[in-house]
T-cell receptor, first 113, second 115 residues
Framework: DAGVIQSPRHEVTEMGQEVTLRCKPI?????LFWYRQTMMRGLELLIY????????DSGMPEDRFSAKMPNASFSTLKIQPSEPRDSAVYFC???????????FGEGSRLTVL | AQSVSQHNHHVILSEAASLELGCNYS??????LFWYVQYPGQHLQLLLK??????LVKGIKGFEAEFIKSKFSFNLRKPSVQWSDTAEYFC?????????????FGRGTSLIVHP
């Protein structure tokens, strides 16, 4: 079975550019999560969706960040404009139940110069 | 808001040594508890989980964890570590928060096992 698929795996961009990260969850999973991992702050939950609807976006750092889930098999996390402090690994994860195990993608390593 | 504390940020052991990684959480009600592992350059994957029942949970690769409700703890153990256990270990708690469930992770513990 295919796991959670994220793209791109690596992204290097310049400050001020728009960045779009993509995620395909495991088929049949109703919950999708976006996490950010940094050395300083560890794993932070940015937002999660249930049946394509955003449930909790309190972790989204500021208006420069936005996330969408137009259908059950696709989600995007967009940063516009990007800043060097956004450099991190962004993980997407999906789950059958809100209280269940999370299945993580390989992550997207973002570097903003 | 709930929080998860992992006491050891970096642990260095020799092969065959015993391992115990601490994890404490702040929520006082019913929780689901997890340990995830992240091998170098890879994504997080589940080691073990506790929902209910026997508080001593056995996971993959010889790992186990014990849920002690009175101490709000879920410590990870392994009697004899191997070089291949070198990885980052994350404790996670899933509990109600502000009307929804938020899976919250600890900061992680970096384990290095010397051959």
């Amino acid at each position: 079975d295919a796991g959670v698929i994220q793209s791109p795996r690596h992204e290097v961009t310049e400050m001020g550019q728009e960045v779009t990260l993509r995620c395909k969850p495991i088929s049949g999973h109703d919950y999708l999560f976006w996490y950010r991992q940094t050395m300083m702050r560890g794993l932070e939950l940015l937002i999660y969706f249930n049946n394509n609807v955003p449930i909790d976006d309190s972790g989204m750092p500021e208006d420069r960040f936005s996330a969408k889930m137009p259908n059950a098999s696709f989600s995007t996390l967009k940063i516009q404009p990007s800043e060097p402090r956004d450099s991190a690994v962004y993980f997407c994860a999906s789950s059958l139940f809100i209280t269940g195990e999370l299945f993580f993608g390989e992550g997207s390593r973002l570097t903003v110069l | 808001a709930q929080s998860v504390s992992q006491h050891n940020h970096h642990v260095i052991l020799s092969e065959a040594a015993s391992l115990e990684l601490g994890c404490n959480y702040s929520y006082g009600g019913t929780v689901n508890l997890f340990w995830y592992v992240q091998y170098p350059g890879q994504h997080l994957q589940l080691l073990l989980k506790y929902f209910s029942g026997d508080p001593l949970v056995k996971g993959i690769k010889g790992f186990e964890a014990e849920f002690i409700k009175s101490k709000f703890s879920f410590n990870l153990r392994k009697p004899s570590v191997q070089w291949s256990d070198t990885a980052e270990y994350f404790c996670a708690v899933n509990a109600p928060s502000g009307g929804s469930y938020i899976p919250t992770f600890g900061r992680g513990t970096s384990l290095i096992v010397h051959p």
